[in-house]
């Protein structure tokens, strides 16, 4: 049985892109220093200097230039060396910089994300070989100048494909201080060619998918769900943030807080265009008129039709809208949220508070009901909260013995009762007209995922579900979005 757990928060970090300069030169595969590792030692010392040894490094540096460590910021073993170096400000709490220097023996996913998180084009680096490069340590590295929550910041980084290894430094701080290249001028990086291959990038692996199946839900339902694939493949680094909305036979996806938009015929999803917006967005609604709503906390709410912008509503935080399009609710993580209510092109707010909730993960609206999905005030674990228009409480949809669910994504109201995506267990669940627990469907046996984040879903004009989620491919070549038509409910 599947562990659950409850997300207290959640939490945005913003990256930086940097600007990188593509010179089109070949880049030969960083050079290994070694054929062997050292073994690590106790800090001795060396003239006039201080030395590190680790396994994967040794660092040489003047302890007069003011470079400091505690115990625990050194750590080594065998397949991962880190330390953190500090140069505190003289008399005063903080530091002038702060440099860390690590290198790990590892799958290369991690440095695959560090490519495109630092500003780096994955194709353009493997294949096109299009960085500069700078020796650091013995190993050629890519170079990044950006920063780090306001703090400037420089990075080097590469993998050693040889020796199946992730070298990565970071100088947090006054990076151009003299002190920190010759810090990196007593760096040398010990690894050992030990023949690794890497698993395939992204353009050389092989994309989700998947057969239709069935699986019965209690004695009364069976489940069906229906593979459709996205034309071109959607391959993501972020497991969490999409969102999806369908009008007629165009599916609208959030994919990285950029809108795309999808002809859907029932079996697939093709992509049509991307829409380009001022902002990104994490919230998508759409009404009955065919109007898409759009909200991000920081970002003016915005309706879009017909290819163009139709109005922008400053002050909301996240929203989800009414199918109507004439109200809907603001909201964060807290109780108390604010219904909002368009008029005359005016948007007025007011007060309202679902007490029942501690910390709200989700919020979303049909035509009769407000679901609140979140951690119940009295400790009971996360649940489903069913309002009606006005706030007032109708139902509380929980697990089979009325404890906490995982975190439900996405909920919608059928035909025989309710039905709702929980992408912390991973399962599809069914409720009665009066919210009373069917059963779920995992989603090995639902859809033939292996270990996937439910993101979201939308109805279908036949009354079935899109539902979208993110899954990592076989061959771990890439995470992909994918989608799933489901019925039988």
């Given at each position: 049985?599947?562990?659950?757990?409850?997300?207290?928060?959640?939490?945005?970090?913003?990256?930086?892109?940097?600007?990188?300069?593509?010179?089109?030169?070949?880049?030969p595969?960083?050079?290994?220093?070694?054929?062997?590792?050292?073994?690590?030692?106790?800090?001795?010392?060396?003239?006039?200097?201080?030395?590190?040894?680790?396994?994967?490094?040794?660092?040489?540096?003047?302890?007069?230039?003011?470079?400091?460590?505690?115990?625990?910021?050194?750590?080594?073993d065998?397949?991962?060396?880190?330390i953190?170096?500090?140069?505190p400000?003289e008399?005063?709490?903080?530091?002038?910089?702060?440099?860390?220097?690590?290198?790990?023996?590892?799958?290369?996913?991690?440095?695959?994300?560090?490519?495109?998180?630092?500003?780096?084009?994955?194709?353009?680096?493997?294949?096109?070989?299009?960085?500069?490069?700078?020796?650091?340590?013995?190993?050629?590295?890519?170079?990044?100048?950006?920063?780090?929550?306001?703090?400037?910041?420089?990075?080097?980084?590469?993998?050693?494909?040889?020796?199946?290894a992730?070298?990565?430094?970071?100088?947090?701080?006054?990076?151009?201080?003299?002190?920190?290249?010759?810090?990196?001028?007593?760096?040398?990086?010990?690894?050992?060619?030990?023949?690794?291959e890497?698993?395939?990038w992204?353009?050389?692996?092989?994309?989700?998918?998947?057969?239709?199946?069935?699986?019965?839900?209690?004695?009364?339902?069976?489940?069906?769900?229906?593979?459709l694939?996205?034309?071109d493949?959607?391959i993501?680094?972020?497991?969490?943030?999409?969102?999806?909305?369908?009008?007629?036979?165009?599916?609208?996806?959030l994919?990285?807080?950029?809108?795309?938009?999808?002809?859907?015929?029932?079996?697939?999803?093709?992509?049509?265009?991307?829409?380009?917006?001022?902002?990104?967005?994490?919230?998508?609604?759409?009404?009955?008129?065919?109007?898409?709503?759009?909200?991000?906390?920081?970002?003016?709410?915005?309706?879009?039709?017909?290819?163009?912008?139709?109005?922008?509503?400053?002050?909301?935080?996240?929203?989800?809208?009414?199918?109507?399009?004439?109200?809907?609710?603001?909201?964060?993580?807290?109780?108390?949220?604010?219904?909002?209510?368009?008029?005359?092109?005016?948007?007025?707010?007011?007060?309202?508070?679902f007490q029942?909730?501690?910390?709200?993960?989700?919020?979303?609206?049909?035509?009769?009901?407000?679901?609140?999905?979140?951690?119940?005030?009295?400790?009971?674990?996360?649940?489903?909260?069913v309002?009606?228009?006005?706030g007032?409480?109708?139902?509380?949809?929980?697990?089979?013995?009325?404890?906490?669910?995982?975190?439900?994504?996405?909920?919608?109201?059928?035909?025989?009762?309710?039905?709702?995506?929980?992408?912390?267990?991973?399962?599809?669940?069914?409720?009665?007209?009066?919210?009373?627990?069917?059963?779920?469907?995992?989603?090995?046996?639902?859809?033939?995922?292996?270990?996937?984040?439910?993101?979201?879903?939308?109805?279908?004009?036949?009354?079935?579900?899109?539902?979208i989620?993110?899954?990592?491919?076989?061959?771990?070549?890439?995470?992909?979005?994918?989608?799933?038509?489901?019925?039988?409910?």
């Amino acid at each position: 049985m599947k562990t659950k757990f409850k997300l207290s928060c959640l939490f945005l970090a913003a990256l930086v892109l940097f600007s990188l300069t593509a010179c089109g030169k070949d880049n030969p595969e960083p050079s290994l220093t070694s054929e062997g590792t050292e073994q690590t030692k106790p800090p001795v010392e060396a003239g006039s200097g201080t030395t590190i040894h680790t396994n994967l490094w040794d660092l040489t540096y003047d302890e007069a230039d003011g470079w400091v460590y505690e115990e625990d910021d050194l750590h080594d073993d065998e397949t991962s060396s880190k330390i953190i170096l500090t140069l505190p400000k003289e008399g005063e709490d903080g530091s002038i910089v702060d440099a860390e220097i690590r290198v790990s023996v590892e799958d290369p996913y991690t440095f695959r994300d560090y490519l495109t998180s630092y500003g780096f084009d994955e194709y353009e680096y493997a294949v096109d070989q299009a960085y500069d490069l700078t020796p650091v340590g013995g190993i050629d590295c890519l170079k990044a100048e950006g920063n780090y929550w306001g703090s400037p910041c420089l990075r080097y980084m590469n993998r050693v494909e040889g020796a199946g290894a992730t070298v990565f430094m970071e100088i947090i701080g006054e990076f151009e201080d003299e002190r920190v290249d010759k810090l990196l001028s007593g760096l040398t990086i010990h690894l050992e060619d030990t023949g690794n291959e890497d698993g395939p990038w992204y353009w050389e692996g092989e994309p989700f998918s998947a057969q239709p199946r069935s699986v019965m839900v209690g004695t009364t339902y069976t489940l069906s769900s229906q593979w459709l694939p996205i034309t071109d493949c959607i391959i993501t680094k972020e497991t969490f943030d999409h969102a999806a909305a369908v009008t007629g036979d165009q599916a609208y996806l959030l994919v990285d807080g950029e809108l795309k938009r999808f002809d859907y015929d029932g079996a697939s999803l093709k992509f049509a265009e991307d829409i380009v917006l001022d902002a990104e967005y994490e919230d998508i609604s759409a009404d009955t008129t065919g109007t898409l709503w759009l909200a991000n906390f920081m970002e003016p709410l915005i309706s879009w039709k017909d290819g163009a912008q139709t109005a922008s509503y400053e002050g909301p935080d996240h929203v989800t809208m009414h199918p109507s399009g004439t109200w809907g609710v603001s909201w964060f993580s807290g109780p108390e949220c604010e219904k909002i209510t368009l008029s005359g092109g005016a948007l007025k707010t007011e007060p309202i508070v679902f007490q029942e909730v501690d910390i709200l993960s989700h919020l979303l609206i049909d035509d009769s009901h407000i679901y609140v999905c979140g951690s119940a005030v009295d400790g009971s674990g996360h649940k489903v909260f069913v309002y009606d228009s006005n706030g007032a409480l109708q139902m509380t949809l929980a697990d089979s013995d009325g404890s906490g669910l995982g975190s439900i994504t996405f909920i919608t109201q059928t035909a025989n009762g309710y039905l709702a995506l929980d992408g912390n267990m991973r399962e599809v669940v069914l409720w009665t007209k009066d919210g009373a627990y069917l059963g779920e469907a995992d989603d090995g046996d639902l859809f033939g995922t292996d270990y996937p984040w439910f993101c979201g879903g939308a109805k279908l004009a036949d009354g079935s579900i899109l539902a979208i989620m993110t899954e990592d491919r076989a061959d771990e070549s890439a995470m992909e979005l994918v989608a799933f038509k489901l019925s039988g409910f």
